[in-house]
């Protein structure tokens, strides 16, 4: 799997737009785009993935570049509940894979009033 | 549907003793997945089974550990003897082929 940069932390007024870049810059055709994050002592939780095509869904929406080479996470109207570290990581398709994930160290959002 | 199970949620043992950890995937998901997350390492993956088969434990630290997963609905991880560098919270995930990983709540071991 290609490996990810993400940025160690971000900060974020309550309320704003959260925009969390990912850079994939040796992501191949058949791998996807996803998007996890850990609050505090929780297990990681699914926000998004994509391929090419840009995504949303109710968390958030994900930007992927056309070259593919980046990717930025946009978290709408941030809250306090959305402080947590952040992982994007890059998965192979197709069963091969075995579904596998490799987290990286992430982005520490931190979101303040 | 409950989502990923696990038990316990807090383990703390003396050095030396067997520890297992317990988890319950999701009903009809076919991949099970064990992880370790600790602050030096992060968070790394342990094993996966697929079907009840394992089919990568890359990742397992060593022979003190080992994994079970006797029917789809029930995998074990244990560490026999346990040591005070084993202290981590230890997640299970499990999944479908190409879908999402869903993660339990952990289980926080520390080993005394």
């Known amino acids: 799997d290609a490996k990810t940069t993400q940025p160690p932390s971000m900060d974020c007024a309550e309320g704003r737009a959260a925009n969390l870049p990912c850079n994939h810059s040796?992501?191949?055709?058949?791998?996807?785009v996803y998007w996890y994050r850990q609050i505090h002592s929780q297990g990681p939780q699914y926000i998004i993935h994509g391929l090419k095509n840009n995504e949303t869904n109710e968390m958030a929406s994900l930007i992927i570049t056309e070259d593919r080479k980046s990717s930025t996470l946009i978290l709408p109207h941030a809250t306090l509940r959305d402080t947590a570290v952040y992982y994007c990581?890059?998965?192979?398709?197709?069963?091969?894979?075995?579904?596998?994930?490799?987290f990286g160290e992430g982005t520490q959002l931190t979101v303040n009033p | 549907d409950a989502g990923v199970i696990q038990s316990p949620r807090h383990e703390v043992t003396e050095m030396g003793q067997e520890v297992t950890l317990r988890c319950k995937p999701i009903?009809?998901?076919?991949?099970l997945f064990w992880y370790r997350q600790t602050m030096m390492r992060g968070l790394e993956l342990l094993i996966y089974f697929n079907n009840n088969v394992p089919i990568d434990d890359s990742g397992m630290p060593e022979d003190r550990f080992s994994a079970k997963m006797p029917n789809a609905s029930f995998s074990t991880l244990k560490i026999q003897p346990s040591e005070p560098r084993d202290s981590a919270v230890y997640f299970c995930?499990?999944?479908?082929?190409?879908?999402?990983?869903?993660f339990g709540p952990g289980t926080r071991l520390l080993v005394l």
């Open positions: 990581i890059v998965r192979a398709g197709g069963r091969a894979s075995g579904s596998r994930l490799t």
């Open positions: 040796t992501i191949s055709g058949n791998e996807y």
């Open positions: 009903s009809g998901h076919d991949y």
């Open positions: 995930a499990s999944t479908t082929v190409l879908g999402t990983q869903y």
